[in-house]
């Protein structure tokens, strides 16, 4: 299975970006029906990849909602974060936070299109830089991206593009179910280093793969996943950060992004490979070598088999324009 992901990869293009650049442009031209319908694919996954990931850290709203907001942000296009209890989509909005046991208020009900828009712009600008642009990975992009992500939450700890100062603990739990013990993360003192670390070890693992011709994007994708929120560097917005990383290095190198957390059961096969790997990097931090890490095995197996849809598209698409 992995080396027909490889070739289908491969195959699909040597640079990714030429297909974004062309459904794109394709998108605003009525006589390219293929490229419309290439960019309408890619648009879908890219909506479905936010709400996905918000639905993990139970923000957000409706899946038609994120739908509206975020197309809005993909195609370039003003949207408002704000909504008034006339709007036809008020009501839709105060149901989903009440099952969501968010208070179902109109101040929460813009909170939750905040956290839609500004989740949007933040992918938009990494895969811009990375995909597009084809830029290095640098601190200052991921520092950037949260802080499109989080400014103006209503949060006094978090600072939006700023690492955490303060020591922060995390856990994994199912609503209803019985507590379980929170683990500390990373030493914030720690952080700095580390990210700096990591980016560096991400930039020369991609100048490796450069320079031999090879790469894994699935094991490349989820390694700097599991790097990025083990490292934890925000006081808020990790996870959804991690997604987006992993899906940029998907969109770059394997022309296709994987859509995490649509349902309950993905989310909680997702959270426990989470899980799982936690407790690999701390076990392995400072007593293994980098390139040895084995902490995203799980995670870069399950991306791939959840991949095999949007490659079947990808594949689709350019063999119907190959045969056009």
């Not at 030429?18 to 006589?31: C, E, L, M, Y």
């Not at 811009?128 to 991921?142: A, G, M, Q």
């Not at 011709?213 to 808020?236: E, K, M, S, W």
Request: charged content about 30%; glycine content about 6%.
């Amino acid at each position: 299975m992995h080396n027909l992901a490889a070739s289908i990869s491969n195959t699909i293009s040597k640079d990714p970006a030429d297909i974004i650049t062309k459904v794109r442009a394709g998108s605003q031209r009525s006589s390219s029906e293929k490229s419309i319908e290439a960019w309408e694919d890619l648009e879908e996954s890219l909506v479905r990849l936010v709400y996905g990931s918000n639905m993990i850290e139970s923000v957000g709203n409706t899946l038609g909602i994120t739908i509206k907001l975020c197309q809005a942000v993909f195609r370039g296009q003003e949207v408002s974060i704000n909504i008034e209890d006339r709007d036809p989509d008020y009501k839709a909005h105060l149901e989903h936070l009440l099952a969501a046991n968010r208070p179902a208020n109109r101040q929460y009900a813009i909170r939750s299109r905040r956290e839609i828009v500004q989740h949007a712009q933040a992918l938009n600008f990494v895969v811009e830089h990375i995909v597009l642009n084809k830029e290095s990975w640098s601190e200052n992009i991921i520092l950037e991206a949260h802080r499109i992500l989080h400014t103006g939450v209503d949060d006094d700890e978090v600072k939006a593009g700023q690492y955490r100062t303060y020591e922060v603990a995390v856990k994994y739990e199912k609503p209803g179910e019985k507590k379980q013990k929170a683990h500390r993360c990373m030493r914030a003192k720690a952080v700095p280093q580390y990210m700096r670390e990591m980016v560096q070890h991400l930039n020369h693992d991609i100048a490796e793969a450069d320079k031999h011709g090879v790469l894994d994007p699935y094991t490349l994708a989820a390694r700097y996943h599991h790097q990025f929120v083990n490292i934890h560097p925000f006081g808020d917005g990790n996870g959804r950060m991690s997604r987006i990383i992993l899906n940029v290095l998907l969109l770059r190198y394997a022309g296709h992004v994987s859509e995490i957390g649509l349902n309950a059961d993905e989310r909680d096969e997702y959270i426990g490979i989470a899980t799982r790997a936690s407790q690999v990097f701390h076990r392995e931090d400072m007593e293994v070598e980098f390139d040895d890490l084995t902490g995203h095995v799980e995670l870069s197996r399950y991306i791939l088999a959840k991949s095999k849809r949007n490659l079947e598209k990808m594949w689709g698409w350019v063999t119907k324009g190959e045969r056009g």
